[in-house]
């Protein structure tokens, strides 16, 4: 009998958007993809499917309400390859992935910059009713200019002002969520004819810098009151923002050095807010390219490589940077003295990336890397080359899964159940059923609501002193 301790379970969750091409621009045009098909239920629908019978955590759906036209100053490359534009709202996709599914969470992205709390904290509950506690919010407080603009603004707050804006935002919705309304405020006393005891509902009156919210909330208590919060900034001020908020962060980094830095930077945080270390569920965005064996993997990236758009991946890098990389040679690299108002991560993490001979990568380099699958790791092989890498990744780096994007849609989520998730649980380092209960619930084993050291249950009603 074997003495070697079973490997820790790997957890997935799918990276997608409601748009065209994601973090793959120019794979759209592959005859085997159907990103295009964004527009149509039934592809969500299917493959929630596919995802629930490969026991993912969830799908998380990002979003933005901007164009990437840092990139020479237009809308030109963006619109031409199709680099997350046109795109829709996320939110609209869930009710109906939770009909076809019993247990696939679902994290949708939401930005605190262009949308009141009042109503805002409203849908989440709505769709934490529906789903029965399977949705997650995937804070973000914005980084395109655009999306400023066409809400009426000149251009975004700075970059940590975004965030303190972002730190109000949340106290509104924690304290509609978990304090407005009493555990058994909903009594539905038929012989009375009361079906809300009044008394145990009550106003948040918070007035703040940034928001003025006098009354109640007014959704019933949901299964998780507050649904799961996501975070994936990791600033300096995003670290500190997740360390109060965050119950699963999503990171990106290119190589498994960068990634053990980020995660124990995360972990500290977490415990200098007074959480546990693993109080975070912490995924690194990975791309598999996978098939039957290591020579069909690699003429499959192969394939995928020559669709790849490096104008659309120019434009995606320098929406995230706020760098107009159009400015830049392509064989520039990145300088250290870049300022940025947008996702600040992302500038270091592209300074920071290098090839195997040590030299930072050219912004050429740069593009054909976020080509297929963006910024994060590619991985290409057979089920056992693939499984042994992932399992090294998080042996190495304690990082507790990967957020998987797609080369293309559905084939490479298909595939990576098809192949990689048996070879996970034939290995015991992947679950073989779901927990029951609530996202939280699924993730943590704590039940369904936030944790006591959690910042949102500051504001439960029994502590928030709510009159």
């Not at 809300?196 to 299964?223: C, M, R, W």
């Not at 995660?263 to 945080?269: E, F, G, P, Y």
Request: glycine share 8%; charged share 25%; with cysteine.
């Amino acid at each position: 009998m074997s003495t070697n301790p079973a490997p820790r379970q790997i957890r997935f969750n799918a990276f997608d958007m409601n748009c065209v091409g994601h973090q793959s621009p120019g794979l759209w045009k592959h005859p085997k993809d159907q990103s295009a098909r964004y527009k149509d239920l039934s592809y969500w629908t299917d493959l929630a499917k596919t995802l629930e019978k490969g026991k993912f955590d969830g799908i998380f759906i990002a979003d933005v309400l901007g164009t990437y036209d840092v990139f020479g100053g237009s809308n030109e490359v963006p619109l031409r390859t199709g680099a997350q534009v046109p795109v829709n709202d996320p939110l609209m996709l869930v009710s109906a992935m939770a009909a076809v599914t019993e247990n696939l969470g679902f994290g949708v992205t939401a930005s605190t910059s262009y949308e009141h709390p009042y109503p805002f904290s409203r849908r989440l509950a709505t769709l934490d009713h529906l789903t029965k506690g399977r949705i997650g919010w995937n804070v973000v407080t914005g980084y395109l200019p655009s999306a400023a603009r066409n809400m009426g603004q000149e251009d975004q707050l700075e970059h940590d002002e975004r965030y303190n804006h972002a730190d109000e935002y949340l106290e509104v919705v924690y304290k509609l969520l978990e304090g407005s309304w009493e555990e058994d405020a909903v009594v539905k006393d038929v012989e009375r004819g009361i079906f809300t005891d009044s008394s145990k509902v009550h106003d948040i009156n918070h007035e703040g810098k940034y928001f003025k919210v006098p009354g109640i909330a007014i959704t019933e208590p949901s299964p998780q009151r507050t649904p799961v919060i996501f975070q994936a900034g990791t600033s300096s001020r995003g670290m500190k923002f997740a360390a109060a908020n965050a119950e699963a962060v999503f990171v990106t980094c290119p190589t498994k050095d960068m990634l053990k830095a980020t995660v124990t930077k995360i972990r500290d945080a977490a415990e200098a807010a007074g959480r546990g270390r693993h109080d975070v569920r912490i995924y690194a965005m990975q791309t598999i390219i996978t098939d039957v064996d290591s020579a069909a993997a690699q003429a499959k990236f192969e394939d995928y490589k020559s669709y790849a758009d490096i104008d659309g991946a120019l434009a995606l890098i320098s929406g995230w940077m706020g760098v107009d990389l159009s400015t830049y040679g392509p064989d520039d690299v990145i300088g250290a003295n870049v300022k940025s108002n947008a996702i600040q991560s992302s500038v270091e993490m592209f300074q920071q990336a290098s090839g195997d001979d040590g030299n930072p990568w050219t912004i050429r380099q740069l593009a054909e890397w976020v080509g297929v699958g963006g910024f994060g790791p590619i991985t290409v092989g057979s089920p056992t080359e693939v499984a042994d890498k992932l399992i090294d990744w998080v042996q190495e780096t304690d990082v507790d899964g990967f957020n998987l994007a797609y080369a293309i849609t559905p084939g490479t989520f298909e595939d990576i159940v098809e192949f990689i998730v048996p070879e996970l649980q034939a290995r015991g380092a992947y679950p073989a059923d779901y927990v029951e209960g609530t996202l939280r619930n699924k993730l943590f084993g704590k039940g369904d609501r936030v944790q006591d050291s959690h910042r949102a249950a500051n504001y439960r009603f029994v502590n928030a002193g709510v009159k």
